[in-house]
């Protein structure tokens, strides 16, 4: 199976929910991962900026753990199937 890259407006639109028809469509295609049905790949510097722009005071102010949590389910998606 082909792996796409996983891009931060996809992460940021599906946490954030400030967008409704881009909110689906994120949650479509995390639902896919999830299913096993793709595989996503992502870089350092992507999971970083999803955490600078959560992180933002001026945009979203959430608590740190608010953070880490979310970022933690998404990595997780793909982590079992992965493992088999």
Known sequence: MDALF???NIIIRYLTQDDADKAERSRAL??????????????ESIVVEI????SSKVLLQPA?????RHLSVIV???QAKAGQ
């Open 64 to 68: 740190r753990a608010t953070v880490a």
């Open 6 to 8: 996983l891009d931060t």
């Open 51 to 54: 955490v600078q722009v959560l």
């Open 30 to 43: 995390l639902k896919q991962v999830e299913a096993g049905e793709l595989t996503l790949i992502t870089s």
């Open 76 to 78: 997780a998606l793909g």
